[in-house]
Nanobody
Framework: VQLQASGGGLVQAGGSLRLSCTAS????????MAWFRQAPGKEREFVAT????????AYEDSVKGRFSVVLDKAKGTMYLQMNSLQPEDTALYYC???????????????????WGQGTLVTVSS
């Protein structure tokens, strides 16, 4: 199983980016997919998650109303639409997938067994 993240780049504050995460080599269905991010000198933190069946989502408080996670199951691709970006959103963004997460753990990085390589988002002020 491979997860390929893309779409990062340099954007000015207030701008938008859309990240993509494509899964390949799957012989099973993920239960949840998620985005995490890690800023320089900080720990990896949860950003957003989406359930493969049903599409329920959850967001970290600081991105609610600005970020939106969607899933194109036909393409095996998860997207993160990021609007109103701020300098504090600067980080390496990782996508992750898990076949066995439950609601109570889906915000925790340890619950995800499969990870993409990360894509860098830099927001200038």
């Amino acid at each position: 199983v491979q997860l390929q993240a893309s779409g990062g780049g340099l954007v000015q504050a207030g701008g938008s980016l859309r990240l993509s995460c494509t899964a390949s080599g799957l012989t099973f269905t993920f239960r949840d997919m998620a985005w995490f991010r890690q800023a320089p000198g900080k720990e990896r933190e949860f950003v957003a998650t989406i359930r493969w069946n049903g599409g329920s989502t959850a967001y970290e408080d600081s991105v609610k109303g600005r970020f939106s996670v969607v899933l194109d199951k036909a393409k095996g691709t998860m997207y993160l639409q990021m609007n109103s970006l701020q300098p504090e959103d600067t980080a390496l963004y990782y996508c992750a997938g898990s076949p066995s997460t439950i609601i109570s753990t889906r915000r925790q990085s340890a619950a995800y067994a499969y990870w993409g390589q990360g894509t860098l988002v830099t927001v200038s002020s």
